[in-house]
């Protein structure tokens, strides 16, 4: 069983920065893959980034290429996004998800990953 907190999220305005949160509780923490997903009101949940176990390869969404970053640190089972240039149709819930299986993260929000967080808000003012 693994748990997903979130944290990092708030209000910041248009070309702004925030970095998000995501710790794990469990000794398997490095044997999933990790991503960010992110729901806006009104709208399905979608893809934002994703990282491999071993923090080798990372995957973007188009509209996230060059201004997120994500990151793993396995010693603190910590994921991390790292958002610049924030604009305000980034405004969403934001989740983390783990999975063992690449494809089923990838191909997430369905079928759903294995594991979801919470949740944590960011709104981005104009």
């Known amino acids: 069983q693994v748990q997903l907190v979130e944290s990092g999220g708030g209000l910041v305005q248009a070309g702004g920065s925030l970095r998000l949160s995501c710790a794990a509780s469990g000794r398997t923490f490095s044997l999933y893959v990790m991503g960010w997903f992110r729901q806006a009101p009104g709208k399905e949940r979608e893809f934002v980034a994703a990282i491999s176990w071993n923090r080798v390869t990372t995957w973007y969404a188009d509209s996230v290429t060059g201004r997120f970053t994500i990151s793993r640190d396995n010693t603190k089972n910590t994921v991390y996004l790292q958002m610049n240039s924030l604009k305000p149709e980034d405004t969403a819930v934001y989740y983390c998800?783990?999975?063992?299986?690449?494809?089923?993260?990838?191909?997430?929000?369905?079928?759903?990953?294995?594991?979801w967080g919470q949740g944590t808000q960011v709104t981005v003012s104009s």
């Open positions: 998800a783990a999975d063992r299986d690449l494809g089923r993260l990838r191909a997430a929000p369905v079928p759903a990953p294995e594991y």
